[in-house]
């Protein structure tokens, strides 16, 4: 593993299922976000981790629930897709909260029908 | 509330010179980012300003003036694959990124 990765690539899902997207990374980094992206507006934070064990919400986190049992994973659970959950989701992270500059993961695209 | 304005789209010309305008408004600041994307990718990273002026990174440049809530990228000598969007963040007093919309750049030969 080279940076920072995430899967699925892309997901279609039905409106109600449960789903978990993966993220990985293998540069030590303490902090760790999830954003998703929508067509017309900027990224915007879900979720965040700013060192191992600790989490925070962001701009938008309902529907959405993360943890952080060590320093690579940040999986983002959906534990009910609904349509308005379609986007483009992307995990980043950084090696310190402060100043610092993110590596983002290559994305996933998911589809709530 | 929180806020990052810049244009939606702008064409240049290969070889030319473009600028592109970000304005914030954010609870604190902890510095300006900007971020390339190209279509179907993840951002990376091009410039970070926290102190007022401009910093010079090969073919492109960023500007930062604090008391007008204001910065702009500066692209230079235009390539084809200079084509992206480009993304203007402010890091607030919590130390988290808000985003603009992305400035779409289209190169033209």
């Known amino acids: 593993i080279a940076g920072i990765t995430q899967a699925p690539t892309s997901q279609i899902l039905a409106a109600g299922r449960r789903m978990t997207l993966r993220c990985t990374q293998d540069?030590?980094?303490?902090?760790m976000y999830w954003y998703r992206q929508d067509l017309g507006l900027g990224l915007r934070l879900i979720h965040y981790s700013n060192t191992a064990g600790t989490t925070g919400k962001g701009e938008v986190p309902d529907g959405y629930s993360v943890s952080r049992a060590n320093t690579d994973d940040f999986p983002l659970t959906l534990a009910s897709a609904v349509p308005s959950q379609t986007s483009v989701y992307f995990c980043a992270s950084s090696e310190k909260v402060d100043n610092n500059e993110q590596f983002f993961g290559p994305g996933t695209r998911l589809t709530v029908l | 509330g929180q806020n990052i304005d810049q244009p939606t789209e702008m064409t240049a010309t290969e070889g030319a010179i473009v600028q592109i305008n970000c304005t914030y408004q954010?609870?604190?600041?902890?510095?300006l980012f900007w971020y390339q994307q190209h279509a179907g990718e993840a951002p990376t990273f091009l410039s970070y300003n926290v102190l007022d002026g401009l910093e010079e990174k090969g073919r492109f440049s960023s500007f930062l003036s604090r008391s007008k809530g204001y910065s702009y990228l500066l692209l230079k000598e235009l390539q084809m694959k200079d084509s992206a969007s480009y993304l203007c963040?402010?890091?607030?007093?919590?130390?988290?990124?808000?985003w603009g919309a992305g400035t779409k750049l289209i190169i033209k030969p």
């Open positions: 540069m030590r980094h303490n902090a």
């Open positions: 963040a402010a890091m607030d007093s919590n130390y988290q990124l808000i």
């Open positions: 954010t609870s604190g600041f902890n510095g």
